[in-house]
């Protein structure tokens, strides 16, 4: 048989770290798949970063990042840079990962190429379209275009099913955010940062906090800060870790309401391994990201979100997440419960995780090439213990 050849195309740091875990795991088929790897760049350094811990190395790079770059100039960009990548690779699918633009305009650009796509953590739903925007219909959309859904997810399946997809093209893998964390994290890891290793040797209780989201900009950042600037106020004992992303909004808000705080420690944006191995160590995360909320609670982590919605709506089922929104009170108030009561502590950080098992990749590359009729054993669908 000839070899499948599939085409990866990702361009963010969470879709890379979400994707590269599967080139690797496309090469141990070497008699069955070509792989390849184009990557947008919608973020660059970001990127390359992952890039570099995976040891992939892209086979196509449209390099499309510029600065203050937006929704329109990636779209388009996308899918002007991968039409000819795309006649020249001549890929049999086309994968993409998640909610990302890249997503969307990569899927987009394989079916104008009529290629077939395969959607990567497919079937996450909040039901609001502007929340998280634009990933909401960035997902919906690229539903529209897929062939093949790789819902990590029981609860993502269903979605698909009420969006009338197919059955037969749906397949329950797991995240394979889980099969990164399981080669990334490790408890002798030694971080380049003294002032690092020195908070954590420092006995004290750990926040470990990120905020990004653009409905979260202004006052619902601010009320955020107010909140965790009080819970140190009355807990001594407690510390907090805050990698600031590059966003001078957030920066601004950041500066005004923590800076200079003596055990608030503001910290520049963290490449994924020191970051995995970093939330491996914390107490408690607090949280606007989407990925975090799945990475935490397999390191067994408390996450507070720092949203209103959630696509993934898994771990506030199981206990291991809380939708605390951004209002001072909320935020207080959910806060000083982790912090204050050991059993609902112990009780979010011991729930079962629901988003894999770190066989996610494996199911995904068997799903593929049982479809193409290679002689492979597909493995039983994921499902949490």
Same mark, same amino acid.
């Given at each position: 048989?000839?070899? *499948? ?24 088929? %070497? ?15 970001? *990127? ?57 305009? $990569? ?6 190429? %009529? ?11 909040? $039901? ?9 219909? /960035? ?29 037969? /093209? ?89 800076? $200079?705080?003596?055990?608030?420690? *503001? ?9 995995? /191995? ?14 975090? %909320? ?40 959910? *806060? ?16 079962? /995780? ?32």
């Amino acid at each position: 048989m000839k070899k *499948l050849k599939l085409m990866t195309v990702f361009g963010t740091r969470p879709e890379a770290i979400k994707m590269c875990p599967l080139v690797l795991e496309m090469r141990r088929y %070497q008699d069955y798949i070509e792989p390849i790897v184009a990557v947008t760049a919608q973020h660059r350094e970001m *990127l390359d970063v992952v890039l570099e811990l995976f040891a992939i190395k892209p086979d196509y790079d449209l390099n499309i990042m510029t600065k203050e770059q937006t929704l329109h100039d990636v779209t388009c960009r996308v899918l002007q840079g991968l039409k000819g990548v795309l006649e020249e690779a001549r890929p049999d699918m086309v994968l993409v990962h998640g909610d990302t633009t890249t997503t969307f305009a $990569g899927s987009l650009a394989a079916f104008y190429a %009529q290629i077939p796509v395969g959607h990567v953590e497919a079937g996450l739903r909040t $039901g609001n379209k502007y929340s998280p925007y634009p990933e909401e219909m /960035n997902r919906k959309l690229t539903t529209a275009i897929t062939e093949l859904h790789f819902a990590p997810t029981a609860t993502s399946k269903a979605n698909l099913l009420k969006e009338n997809v197919d059955p037969a /093209n749906i397949a329950v893998t797991g995240n394979t955010v889980i099969d990164a964390l399981q080669t990334t994290v490790r408890s002798d890891y030694r971080f380049e940062d003294p002032e690092l290793n020195k908070v954590l040797s420092s006995g004290k209780r750990l926040l470990l906090m990120t905020t990004h989201r653009r409905e979260n900009l202004g006052e619902p950042m601010r009320h955020v800060y107010q909140a965790v600037k009080k819970v140190l106020e009355l807990h001594p004992d407690v510390e907090a870790i805050f990698p600031v992303h590059k966003n001078p909004k957030v920066r601004e808000v950041v500066d005004a309401e923590l800076g $200079g705080m003596e055990r608030v420690h *503001l910290a520049e944006p963290m490449d994924y391994e020191p970051f995995a /191995n970093l939330m491996a160590k914390a107490d408690i995360v607090l949280t606007d990201s989407g990925g975090i %909320q799945e990475e935490a609670p397999a390191l067994g982590k408390p996450v507070l979100v720092l949203r209103d919605t959630t696509e993934r709506p898994e771990a506030v089922a199981a206990g291991t997440v809380k939708l605390a929104g951004t209002a001072y009170e909320n935020v207080l108030r959910e *806060l000083l419960a982790l912090l204050e009561d050991e059993e609902h502590y112990r009780a979010m950080a011991e729930a079962a /995780n629901p988003y894999g098992d770190g066989r996610a990749c494996p199911r995904i590359i068997r799903s593929i090439l049982a479809r193409y009729g290679y002689p492979v054993e597909i493995l039983p669908e994921f499902s949490p213990k």
